[in-house]
Antibody
Framework: EVQLVQSGAEVKKPGESLKISCKGS????????IGWVRQMPGKGLEWMGI????????RYSPSFQGQVTISADKSISTAYLQWSSLKASDTAMYYC???????????WGQGTLVTVSS | QSALTQPASVSGSPGQSITISCTGT?????????VSWYQQHPGKAPKLMIY???KRPSGVSNRFSGSKSGNTASLTISGLQAEDEADYYC??????????FGGGTKLTVL
């Protein structure tokens, strides 16, 4: 069974750093891209970027380029999304999802809620 | 990249059929057969319902169907049930991005 399990909810202050994770199982982790999707409170879905764990090739949405860093450790089948300096506007639910060759997201993690507040 | 255009809300009674539209451009919806639809219940992760415009993943009810005409894709739900009440998002491959999502449609089952 394909599963993506994300790390737990985080509460941070503006300016702090953060790294959240997404662990894949039940499939060849290095053979599929993993994407990150943001959902701000009461809003829609926005794709942030994708990574191919096989060789760490990474692509970012222009809206998120330079704002976050996506990485992966294929030895433990885990992808990461990190911020070096959080802002209140980063408060959102963040989902990881497996990406297929036909450009859709077929399996999703349960989401990680990030709250940034002073 | 602008989001695909979906109606903010649609509603229907149990047993009826409803259609949700998703309008883009020739650079996304109209240019590729890579349209997908996702269902999201409150507090839950999105779930893939339709891919490649009209294909259903294993386990998704055949009450859900997808189609496309020009720059507009559509999701039709027939035999509406209470459990279908959720938010629905379309997505398309786009030459510039490579994804764009729609703004989402809230389906209310009356």
């Amino acid at each position: 069974e394909v599963q993506l399990v994300q790390s737990g909810a985080e509460v941070k202050k503006p300016g702090e750093s953060l790294k959240i994770s997404c662990k894949g199982s039940g499939y060849s982790f290095t053979s599929y891209w993993i994407g990150w999707v943001r959902q701000m409170p009461g809003k829609g879905l926005e794709w942030m970027g994708i990574i191919y764990p096989g060789d760490s090739d990474t692509r970012y949405s222009p809206s998120f380029q330079g704002q976050v860093t996506i990485s992966a450790d294929k030895s433990i089948s885990t992808a990461y999304l990190q911020w070096s300096s959080l802002k209140a506007s980063d408060t959102a639910m963040y989902y990881c999802a497996r990406v297929t060759l036909q450009y859709y997201f077929d399996y999703w993690g349960q989401g990680t809620l990030v709250t940034v507040s002073s | 990249q602008s989001a695909l255009t979906q109606p903010a809300s649609v509603s229907g009674s149990p047993g009826q059929s409803i259609t949700i539209s998703c309008t883009g451009t020739s650079s996304d919806v109209g240019g590729y057969n890579y349209v997908s639809w996702y269902q999201q219940h409150p507090g839950k992760a999105p779930k893939l319902m339709i891919y490649d415009v009209s294909k259903r993943p294993s386990g998704v009810s055949n009450r859900f169907s997808g189609s496309k005409s020009g720059n507009t894709a559509s999701l039709t739900i027939s035999g509406l049930q209470a459990e279908d009440e959720a938010d629905y998002y379309c997505s398309s491959y786009t030459s510039s991005s490579p994804w764009v999502f729609g703004g989402g449609t809230k389906l209310t089952v009356l």
